[in-house]
Every structure is written in structure tokens, then in C-alpha cells.
């Protein structure tokens, strides 16, 4: 009776070690990453950092996704357009993390999707897009000193090594919120400096020297993206080049994605 029993607990344990054995691979895929917008032209080196540390070399046409960190080096500049048409061109020596971005280009007025970016470091020029449009407190872009919120506008932020946080107009009303207080630049206050995250930012008169380039924007349209089954495979102009590029697989699903300039 014994040994039966024995016997009856050896053959479990060879059914568990099986199923072990087995399990993974009857296990669910991780979610795909969702897609955000796409590269519009790079000068030089552009890569991605996905969450799981897994490094991305972009190029023109790559697709980059939510919870991307966008990353160039000491040589390098780069431009993105978001679902929104966000137009963005990053400096040299920029890392850019995307943290939340939603867009519903269904919703016929008021709050049409929520765009929150962190910039780590380096800085952009952008032209904001439809989000900003439809609600302004769906907009903000996070510094390390101060949060910047706008009304429809085009502007350039740079971080520098210090941390220090500079933001400079070019239209619209672009404004600088520390713990502190805020700023609103415009036509006559064109320039605000934040040296610390406990600091009132403050106007400035003269053009601070990172600005003196301006950085080019390429004028740019996309059509939102739309999820489909199987593989990436994304479709249409860019820049005036036609063709079609293909991400990884495991990146995500992308369909009719186009854009135009």
C-alpha cells in the first residue's frame, strides 16, 4: 500500500515538472507598445530606449511609442510629428521621455486625448497640436525645475547640464510653472530662466546664447494610426520620399499611418 502511494506521488511530480515545463509557453504575450507618432527626418544619431532597457536606432519614417525615451548624442538633431501633429525638433545632447500620450481625433470639441512628456535633459523646438488645441491643461511637458504648459504655440525649451531650465517664444503663450511661481512669455517677454526647482522663473531680456540657432521644423501632416493584426507594417509619404518601412513585429501593429509635407 505504500509503495502505491509512493508511486501515485512520483508520477505527480513528473506531471507537475511537465506542465512547468510546458507552461510557458501557452503564456500571454506582453501588451504591444502603443504607437505615438514617427520620425520625420535625423541628422546624425537617433535612438529609442524602450522600457525594458531594449535599445531602438531610428531613422526617417521609424514609428516611436509610448514610454519611448528619445535619445541623441553631441552630433545629432532629429524631428517627430505626433497623431496630434505636434511638430518636434530635438537638439543635440537631448533625452525626451514619452509618458502619457492619448489622442481621439473623433472627439468633436473640448479635451481630445492628454500629452504629458518629460524632458530629461538637451532641449526642442515644437509646434503644438491638436491636444494642446482642444484643452490646454491636456498639455504639459515636465523638467527637472519647472512644468511648461501652452495655448497653442510654438517655442523652444533647453535644459542644460546644470539643470537649469531656459524657454524661449516664438507665437502663442507658452508658460513656466515652478513650485514658485509661473510665467506666460509672449511678444514682449519673449525669454524665462529657472536656475532651480525652488525658484520664481524670471524674465529675461536678452536672448539667452543656446537660442541664437533656431531650430528648423519641417511643415508636416499625419493621419492617426489604427491598430491591425499581425505584423507592423506601416504605409505612405514622408518628407516627400514614398515607400513603406516595416518596425520590428514585436513592436506594435500600425496601419495606415501617412505623412506629408
Given at each position: 500500500m ?8 512520483g508520477?505527480?511530480?513528473?506531471a507537475?515538472?511537465?506542465?512547468s515545463f510546458?507552461?510557458p ?26 522600457p ?6 531610428l ?8 514610454n ?5 548624442d553631441?552630433?545629432s538633431k ?11 525638433t530635438f537638439r ?7 509618458d502619457k500620450y492619448q ?20 532641449g526642442f523646438?515644437?509646434i ?7 484643452n ?5 511637458v515636465?523638467?527637472?525645475v ?14 542644460n ?7 524661449g ?9 515652478s513650485k514658485k ?5 509672449s511678444?514682449?517677454?519673449k ?6 526647482s525652488?525658484?520664481?522663473p ?6 539667452p546664447?543656446?537660442?541664437?540657432e ?9 493621419t492617426p ?11 505612405g ?7 513603406t518601412?516595416?518596425?520590428?513585429a514585436r513592436s506594435g501593429?500600425?496601419?495606415?499611418f501617412?505623412?506629408?509635407n
Amino acid at each position: 500500500m505504500i509503495m502505491i502511494n509512493f508511486q501515485k506521488m512520483g508520477i505527480a511530480l513528473i506531471a507537475l515538472l511537465f506542465l512547468s515545463f510546458i507552461q510557458p509557453a501557452f503564456a500571454e504575450d506582453p501588451p504591444l507598445p502603443t504607437p505615438v507618432g514617427r520620425v520625420i527626418w535625423v541628422q546624425g544619431t537617433l535612438k529609442a530606449i524602450m522600457p525594458n532597457q531594449e535599445e531602438r536606432l531610428l531613422k526617417k519614417t521609424s514609428v516611436i511609442y509610448l514610454n519611448d525615451t528619445l535619445i541623441t548624442d553631441s552630433k545629432s538633431k532629429a524631428q517627430i510629428a505626433f497623431t496630434d501633429n505636434t511638430l518636434m525638433t530635438f537638439r543635440p545632447d537631448t533625452k525626451f521621455y514619452i509618458d502619457k500620450y492619448q489622442y481621439n481625433p473623433k472627439a468633436k470639441k473640448g479635451s481630445v486625448g492628454k500629452y504629458i512628456m518629460n524632458l530629461i535633459e538637451g532641449g526642442f523646438r515644437t509646434i503644438t497640436g491638436l491636444i494642446a488645441k482642444g484643452n490646454p491643461s491636456d498639455y504639459k511637458v515636465n523638467t527637472p525645475v519647472a512644468t511648461i504648459g501652452v495655448r497653442g504655440t510654438d517655442y523652444t525649451v533647453y535644459v542644460n547640464p546644470k539643470g537649469q531650465l531656459y524657454v524661449g517664444y516664438y507665437s502663442g503663450s507658452p508658460c513656466v510653472d515652478s513650485k514658485k511661481g509661473s510665467l506666460c512669455l509672449s511678444e514682449k517677454t519673449k525669454y524665462a530662466y529657472v536656475p532651480t526647482s525652488g525658484a520664481v522663473p524670471v524674465p529675461l531680456s536678452q536672448q539667452p546664447a543656446v537660442f541664437h540657432e533656431k531650430l528648423d521644423i519641417v511643415p508636416t501632416k499625419i493621419t492617426p494610426f489604427s491598430a491591425v493584426g499581425g505584423g507592423v507594417t506601416t504605409a505612405g509619404t514622408a518628407v516627400g520620399t514614398t515607400g513603406t518601412s516595416t518596425p520590428p513585429a514585436r513592436s506594435g501593429t500600425v496601419s495606415s499611418f501617412c505623412i506629408t509635407n
